[in-house]
């Protein structure tokens, strides 16, 4: 399946600039680097369960996000969070 991985991490300390090292680490190690936190990856269903548990134990889930976009045949992709959510629900009605 094919798997949009993208972060966010807290660079405002050298641990934060370490985990966002080790995180693209692991990333290029499963897909190809499409932006600076964004990576498809072709993975099979173990895979992608060994890069989400690497990555979930690399952040950290009080300052730093990840978001795992499964984009696989069916027509309704899922989206997964792991840490802090920034953004909107796009499920929900926008009003402004």
Avoid at 38 to 54: I, N, P, S
């Amino acid at each position: 399946m094919l798997v949009l991985i993208t972060y966010d991490v807290n660079t405002e300390t050298s641990a934060g600039k370490a985990r966002l090292r080790k995180v693209a680490k692991q990333c290029v190690n499963y897909g190809t680097r499409v932006q600076n936190s964004v990576f498809e990856c072709v993975l099979d269903t173990g895979q992608c369960l060994q890069l989400k548990a690497l990555l979930s134990e690399i952040i950290d889930g009080t300052t730093d996000s990840l978001r795992f976009y499964y984009l696989g045949n069916e027509r309704k992709a899922k989206v997964e969070r792991v840490g802090i959510s920034k953004g909107i629900d796009v499920q929900k009605p926008l009003i402004f």
